[in-house]
Each structure stands twice: as structure tokens, then as C-alpha cells.
């Protein structure tokens, strides 16, 4: 199955495509173009700020229009907002963290967010909140 994802890099850009074989422990992937054909780029973990799972690859949502509150409808997980590097933040779930581990899976809070989870880098994380 074609997973339809976003990669965020380190470095500020970013690239549209589809994966069919990301692994979180693997040290790289290959993205397919989203417009389809061409040549997959391999993309290193080492790279990424993060892997943004879409719904689809409409107009890009600003940061401001993510919800900065939890709902009253909470995935399982932990509460968490994330702090990345370049000043970018998060809110929503994760059930599972290890800061030794390359990354994990996030689940945004507000459920009309394009991003239907995010495997987010520990390397490029500045700060990590657990609410109650």
C-alpha cells in the first residue's frame, strides 16, 4: 500500500510524494513523485524533520490554522505539543516515546487536520510537553 506524505526537511523544504517502504528504524526511504511517473528519490532519516501522513495535497495549511487546544475527543495516547527546532508546534497524541529511539508517531489533536498522523524526528524536536 501507497502511503500519500509530506517530508519536512531539516533545511525547510519540503517534497510530495508517495512511500511503500518507510520504516521508523530504517536509515532512508524512497518517495514517489505525487504527480506520478517519474524517478523515486531516496530520502535519509537523518534529513527529516518530520513525515507528514495527508489526506490529500491541497493548499498547504498554515501553522496558525492548526487547533492549539485538545478536543474533548482524544485519540489513545498521551497529550503531547511538540517544540521542533526551527520554532514550529504541535498539538495532539503519541503513545509511544523513547527519546533513544530515531522518531515516533504523532496523531494531531484537531481531527479536520489534513495530517492524519506524523512521524516526527527526534533530532529535529527542540522540546516535548506531556499534558495530563
Known sequence: MEDK????????KTQRGYTQDFRPDGESFHLLPSEGGGIPTTIRLDDLKALFYV????????????ARRFGSQAPVGQKTIIEFKDGERLWGFTEEYSA????????????????????????SVKQIQFQD
Request: no cysteine.
Open 5 to 12: 506524505v509530506v517530508a519536512h526537511f531539516k533545511d525547510g
Open 55 to 66: 489526506k490529500d495535497y491541497g493548499a498547504a495549511r498554515r501553522q496558525v490554522d492548526r
Open 100 to 123: 533513544n529511539s530515531r522518531g515516533f508517531y504523532f496523531v494531531p489533536a484537531d481531527p479536520q487536520e489534513n495530517n492524519t498522523r506524523i512521524f516526527i524526528v527526534n533530532s
